[in-house]
C-alpha cells in the first residue's frame, strides 16, 4: 500500500505537466495565427504624449482619441508598430476610479486592436463616463471614433 501511495503523486505530477504542456502550445499556436492578437506597443515617454498632443483629435461621451503619425525613426530596427498611451487627469475622481476606467480602456483597446494602424501613435484620454458607460457601447465608440481619425486623416491630406 506504501508503493501505491509514493507512485501517485509522480503520476499527478507528470499528467500535470502534461497538460501545461499541451495548454501553452495551444496558447502560442493560437496567438500567433488569431489575427485579433496584434499587438500594440505602449507609449511610455512624455514626449510621446505631447508629440500626439500636436496630432488630430476626436472626442466622444467617455473619452477622447489622438492620432499622429510616428516620428521617423533613425535606428533600422525599430518597430513601426501602433503605439497607444493611456492618460487621465487628476480631477477625475480618485486614483482607484481612474485605475478601472484605465483598465476599461486598454481592454476596449485590446478589441479594436485590429483598427489601429501601424506608424500612428494614439493617446485614449479618459473621462469619468468611462465608468458608467456599458462596455459594449464603449467598444463601439472606440471603433467609430478611430474610423473617424481615419478618415479625417485623408481629408487632411487631400487638402
Excluded at 41 to 46: E, F, G, N, S, V
Excluded at 99 to 114: G, P, Q
Amino acid at each position: 500500500m506504501g508503493f501505491v501511495l509514493a507512485w501517485q503523486p509522480k503520476m499527478v505530477v507528470k499528467s500535470l505537466v502534461l497538460v501545461a504542456l499541451v495548454a501553452a502550445s495551444v496558447f502560442l499556436l493560437k496567438s500567433k495565427t488569431d489575427p485579433l492578437s496584434k499587438k500594440l506597443r505602449h507609449l511610455t515617454k512624455r514626449a510621446q504624449f505631447l508629440n500626439a498632443k500636436n496630432g488630430i483629435r476626436t472626442r466622444g461621451n467617455s473619452f477622447a482619441l489622438q492620432m499622429v503619425r510616428q516620428k521617423a525613426a533613425l535606428d533600422m530596427a525599430f518597430e513601426h508598430k501602433a503605439g497607444i498611451g493611456y492618460t487621465i487627469t487628476k480631477k477625475t475622481g480618485n486614483s482607484p476610479q481612474r485605475n478601472r476606467i484605465k483598465r476599461r480602456l486598454r481592454a476596449a483597446s485590446d478589441i479594436c486592436s485590429h483598427l489601429f494602424k501601424s506608424q500612428y501613435d494614439y493617446v485614449l484620454i479618459g473621462r469619468t463616463n468611462a465608468l458608467t458607460t456599458p462596455f459594449n457601447i464603449l467598444v463601439d465608440e472606440l471603433e467609430k471614433a478611430i474610423l473617424t481619425l481615419h478618415k479625417q486623416k485623408h481629408i487632411n491630406k487631400s487638402s
